[in-house]
């Protein structure tokens, strides 16, 4: 396990503290701006969707709050040093921006040229992508050395651990600014090599999709699958309340980008997880996946 | 905006309409009885997650909002301290002893 030195150098001594930007406001980016704003860092956060970035706000207030009552976040975090922003316009002072769109590499590679474009040379552009090789969206940065990988998982303020990923070009500048960003987001990191899926997708997608296909299959239900991986393996939630809780469109997206990179059948998304993302039963975020959620629940 | 407008009522009534309703709800949720002096979330019990939950059904029902010092599950573990959680910010929003 490694983590960064705390003495590592500011790449912007003169700016002061963190302000991050998050581009994208779904899952993840909600997560992690709750995450920054619980610790003191202002967030801009930017969706395209003025939809989404209308609930937001409720979203991050009501994550705030369920950490607070789990004892996880200071009870004076509140969402007043949340902006909001339907363009990248804004992201220029940004002492680091967290990328967490949909997990297409067109769509996250068009971003990462854009905000490049926008901040000052050495600030980080950290991609939170569950599978895309970190060096194949630094390529469409103008500085790929600026470029690294961290993995947040859902709910960021419970998981105490980010998996960071060093791309080949990513400079030691940048790990070192990661590093610092994380210990004030009160997060231990495990530094790992760049690959498709990296380590925790690459184990646990598959293993989600195997599950499905068990319940496919006829085998068992998801209450069964989700039972025995809790109850005689120790899975903290079950493979498929997971794959809930990760939105089932996104799983599918990770899958298909660990199928198109490795080659691994196992990683090919299974019939029944294709049919709930057509039949819009996403997760928890929709109200329905494996299981069905209250509103009060989601 | 409440549907548990305790008026000139007396505390104890007002207490045992919250805590009835707070029962039915759990009940209802659960599909199990509870008394109003079990720890919900000791083994065996509910999931925190749920403790979010009832955060928002007491805010809908009583129309109170629960924030900051008041976010503790300690709030939340037993029927009893949730009814003295809701009548306590009942009180307050009300033009009582404000401290919220
Ligand atoms: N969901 C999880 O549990 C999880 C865990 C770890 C990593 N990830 C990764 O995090 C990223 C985000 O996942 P998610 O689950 O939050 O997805 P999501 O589908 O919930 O949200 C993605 C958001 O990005 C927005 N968006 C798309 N293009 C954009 C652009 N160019 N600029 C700004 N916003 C844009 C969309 O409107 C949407 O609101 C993905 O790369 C995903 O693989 C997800």
Redesign the interface.
Known sequence: MTRAPHTAPDPHPAAGPHRIAVLGAGVMGVGITALALGHGVPVLLVDLDEERLDRARDDIDRELRMAQLMGRLPAAADTRALHLATTTDGVGDATAVVEAITEIAELKAKALADISARVRPGTPLISNTSSIPIDELAGHAERPEDVAGTHFMNPPYLIPTVEVIRGARTGESTMAAVGALLDVLGRNQVVVRDAPGFVTSRVLHPMINDAARVVQEGTATAEAVDALMEGCLGHPTGPLRTADLIGIDNLVDSLRVLHQHTGDEGSRPCELLLDKVRQGQLGRKTGRGFYAYQEENR | MSSFDTGATGTTEANEATEKEILRFLEA?TKRPWKTDTDLFASGGLS??????L???LEKTFGIS????D???DN?RTVTSMTALVERLRTAAAGGTADA
């Open positions: 949720r925190s997650l749920f403790a979010m939950e955060v928002v059904h629960i924030r900051g010092a976010l503790r599950l939340f």
